[in-house]
C-alpha cells in the first residue's frame, strides 16, 4: 500500500460508490433486450467457467472489444485463435454486430465449449 495515498473521506466514498452505480444502470438499460440465455447452455458454462478458474460475465457487461478480449485473454484466446472458432475476417466488434439482442455470456460460452 502507498503511504503517500490517503484513504478517501466517507463523502469521496459515497460519491464513488454512486458513480458505479449510475455506470451500472447505464449498462444495464443498454442491455435491456438481452436474452437470457437458456437456463441448461448456462448451467454447463458456469461448470465450464469454474473448471477454467473464470466468472462469467454478467448478463450487462458491455459486448465491447474491451471486455470480450479480457474474458478471451483469461481462458487463453488471442484475436486470431477466436478466428478459427467464429470464422476468418472475423473481430471481436463483429459478435455484437451479428448478435444484436444476445449477451457476453453467450460469447464467453462458446469460448468455453471450444476449450
Not at 454447463?44 to 477454467?52: E, G, M, P, T, V
Not at 465491447?64 to 475476417?89: N, P, Q, V
Amino acid at each position: 500500500m502507498n503511504p503517500n495515498l490517503k484513504p478517501p473521506t466517507p463523502e469521496q466514498r459515497e460519491l464513488q460508490i454512486a458513480a458505479t452505480r449510475a455506470r451500472r444502470d447505464l449498462q444495464k438499460e443498454a442491455a435491456k433486450d438481452f436474452q437470457v440465455p437458456n437456463p441448461g447452455d448456462y448451467a454447463i458454462w458456469q461448470d465450464l467457467a469454474r473448471k477454467h478458474g473464470i466468472q462469467m460475465p454478467a448478463w450487462y457487461t458491455p459486448r465491447t472489444r474491451k471486455y470480450m478480449g479480457r474474458f478471451a485473454r483469461r481462458l487463453g484466446y488471442t484475436e486470431k485463435s477466436c478466428r478459427e472458432i467464429f470464422g476468418d475476417g472475423w473481430k471481436y466488434e463483429d459478435f455484437a454486430k451479428l448478435n444484436p439482442n444476445k449477451s457476453i455470456q453467450y460469447f464467453v460460452g462458446i469460448l468455453l465449449e471450444n476449450k
